[in-house]
């Protein structure tokens, strides 16, 4: 049901993992996500620890997803002396192409103790379905 968009995504991943880069707004980071079927739709579901609800970003465009957040740094002290800081700050991005087969304009989006879930139902029209099969023909003879 999902396509990725970018082959080099996990190669980015580690290097960031490695260097301690974070995202901006120009290039930001990755977000850990799942994705799966559960039942008559498909869930997507992000980790954004830290994110603040008002920091994040849902669009779709015809079959594009994206969702953007941000994590901000927390106002501290002017005492306060950072010994160490392992938690990514900045920009969080990802860009999902939606199959046909899913119904983008009945999206719902919940967001509770920093997991945004997305549920996308799957289309009528990609629902299997029975056919019906017509009554008896009938069958003339031809005389001639």
């Known amino acids: 049901m999902l396509m990725r968009t970018d082959p080099f995504r996990e190669l980015d991943r580690l290097t960031q993992q490695l260097t301690g ?36 970003d849902i669009d779709v465009e015809r079959n594009m997803l994206t969702v953007k957040a941000e994590r901000r740094p927390v106002a501290r002290a002017e005492d306060v002396h950072m010994e160490l800081s392992e938690r990514p700050l900045g920009a969080f991005s990802r860009q999902l192409v939606l ?5 983008t304009e009945r999206i719902t ?7 945004l879930t997305l549920r996308i139902p799957i ?3 990609a629902k299997p379905r029975k056919i019906r099969i017509g009554g008896e023909s009938e069958h003339k003879q031809i005389n001639g």
């Open 21 to 56: 880069a974070t995202g901006t707004w120009s290039r930001p980071s990755a977000m850990p996500m799942d994705a799966y079927r559960e039942g008559e739709e498909y869930v997507i579901v992000f980790d954004l620890p830290g994110v603040d609800k008002d920091a994040l």
């Open 99 to 103: 199959a046909d087969t899913l119904d």
């Open 109 to 115: 989006a919940d967001y509770e103790a920093g997991v």
């Open 123 to 125: 289309a009528e029209r």
